[in-house]
T-cell receptor, first 115, second 111 residues
Framework: DSGVTQTPKHLITATGQRVTLRCSPR?????VYWYQQSLDQGLQFLIQ???????AKGNILERFSAQQFPDLHSELNLSSLELGDSALYFC??????????????FGEGSRLTVL | SQQGEEDPQALSIQEGENATMNCSYK?????LQWYRQNSGRGLVHLIL?????REKHSGRLRVTLDTSKKSSSLLITASRAADTASYFC???????????FGKGTKLSVKP
């Protein structure tokens, strides 16, 4: 058990809909990362937050947004969903951020299926 | 794309054999990490090697790093069926410290 909790584990929805994925990082970790894993694109970095503030942005679509709350949990909002958004979405946390980032602790992921 | 690449994409071996996976990365790293993912599960950190290190061991794992070639390799010795998983290398990208993962090597160890 990594200590990172993601909900929901599975989600099935229709095109055009909006969903929210939730992540609770390991106790004490200030950094939260979101990744998307699909068969064709592999593991893509979406966005990173550190202590409530956006720290780095990757290949995140404009239809997607995220935030980290004062209690350090994070939410990833996906809107106007398309079939291609079907993927595993992972949250990871770490105690540090910056160029000396160490080990990331991953949650078990939220599997999104868009029909 | 900033993603590095693992080689081979897939590897099938017998229990007891050694498995070697290679990774090429793109940035000037501070460290490079290897992760393991069982099918459909979260990634688990295996080992971290810093840019000033050339080799590191952890149990049956041996990682090497060649910064001049921007490459790393992961060796799993005396493999077991339980080692069946996908293995990813990850470089710390840029000044913000986000990890950029390669596409992974899918390892199958047959009993």
């Amino acid at each position: 058990d990594s200590g990172v909790t993601q909900t929901p584990k599975h989600l099935i929805t229709a095109t055009g809909q909006r969903v929210t994925l939730r992540c609770s990082p390991r106790s004490g970790d200030l950094s939260v990362y979101w990744y998307q894993q699909s068969l064709d694109q592999g593991l893509q970095f979406l966005i990173q937050y550190y202590n409530g503030e956006e720290r780095a942005k990757g290949n995140i679509l404009e239809r997607f947004s995220a935030q980290q709350f004062p209690d350090l949990h994070s939410e990833l909002n996906l809107s106007s969903l398309e079939l291609g958004d079907s993927a595993l979405y992972f949250c990871a946390s770490s105690g540090v951020a910056g160029p000396n980032t160490g080990e990331l602790f991953f949650g078990e992921g939220s599997r999104l299926t868009v029909l | 794309s900033q993603q590095g690449e693992e080689d081979p994409q897939a590897l099938s071996i017998q229990e007891g054999e050694n498995a070697t996976m290679n990774c090429s990365y793109k940035t000037s790293i501070n460290n490079l990490q290897w992760y393991r993912q069982n099918s459909g599960r979260g990634l688990v950190h295996l080992i971290l090697i810093r840019s000033n290190e050339r080799e590191k061991h952890s149990g049956r794992l041996r990682v090497t790093l060649d910064t001049s070639k921007k490459s790393s390799s992961l060796l799993i010795t005396a493999s077991r069926a339980a080692d069946t998983a996908s293995y990813f290398c990850a470089e710390v990208g840029g000044s913000q410290g986000n990890l950029i993962f390669g596409k992974g090597t899918k390892l199958s160890v047959k009993p």
